[in-house]
T-cell receptor, first 117, second 113 residues
Framework: AQTVTQSQPEMSVQEAETVTLSCTYD???????LFWYKQPPSRQMILVIRQEAYKQQNATENRFSVNFQKAAKSFSLKISDSQLGDAAMYFCAYRSAVETSGSRLTFGEGTQLTVNP | DAGITQSPRHKVTETGTPVTLRCHQTENHRYMYWYRQDPGHGLRLIHYSYGVKDTDKGEVSDGYSVSRSKTEDFLLTLESATSSQTSVYFC????????????FGEGSWLTVV
């Protein structure tokens, strides 16, 4: 079974600064997908960014980028120019590419990000 | 918005009573999921469905059952609610088994007293 670990329960960053959230995962599969979801106080789960394991290029979405290290099974999220609206719980998630598994998402425990003005 | 509606959004119930949560989607997606979210555990999969009348267990399925009689509806039932089932429940949908993003509903807050 796959596992996802987020070793930082809480992080803080000054507005306009850069912060990196860590995520590691364990899998024996070679093809899979990785996601970062943001959960603000409203509890809505919002997709931030996704990465296909077969792609070597790191995904980028505006101020959000990832550092995907497949051999190390590491998938960190970098938030540049942090804004007050970035304050939220961030979840790293793994999804198998194998259809027979139901391709459910496996989540880490989350990192609570605080943005200080 | 991904066209997912959960009902009820908030519910308080007594221990031992049955409870059914409903997830309704307008996207005609094949895959539907029920997760629960508790402090320190992230989101954990309860059950999922890969088609009408096709369901399977997730990692925390004890005490829960599901049904899917139509593509658009996925029901989660707590046969006899316990205080340990107090949680936030999320429904999610996906068009395919891989590749496509999984989209989430807004959550249902359940308190068992």
């Amino acid at each position: 079974a796959q596992t996802v670990t987020q070793s930082q329960p809480e992080m803080s960053v000054q507005e306009a600064e850069t912060v990196t959230l860590s995520c590691t995962y364990d899998t024996s599969e070679s093809d899979y997908y990785l996601f970062w979801y943001k959960q603000p106080p409203s509890r809505q789960m919002i997709l931030v960014i996704r990465q296909e394991a077969y792609k070597q290029q790191n995904a980028t979405e505006n101020r959000f980028s990832v550092n995907f290290q497949k051999a190390a099974k590491s998938f960190s999220l970098k938030i540049s120019d942090s804004q007050l609206g970035d304050a939220a719980m961030y979840f790293c998630a793994y999804r198998s590419a194998v259809e027979t598994s139901g391709s459910r998402l496996t989540f880490g425990e989350g990192t609570q990000l605080t943005v200080n003005p | 918005d991904a066209g997912i509606t959960q009902s009820p959004r908030h519910k308080v119930t007594e221990t031992g009573t049955p409870v059914t949560l409903r997830c309704h989607q307008t996207e005609n997606h094949r895959y539907m999921y029920w997760y629960r979210q508790d402090p320190g555990h992230g989101l954990r999969l309860i059950h999922y469905s890969y088609g009408v009348k096709d369901t399977d267990k997730g990692e925390v399925s004890d005490g829960y059952s599901v049904s899917r009689s139509k593509t658009e509806d996925f029901l989660l039932t707590l046969e006899s609610a316990t205080s340990s089932q107090t949680s936030v429940y999320f429904c999610a949908i996906s068009r395919t088994a891989s590749g496509n993003t999984i989209y989430f509903g807004e959550g249902s807050w359940l308190t068992v007293v």
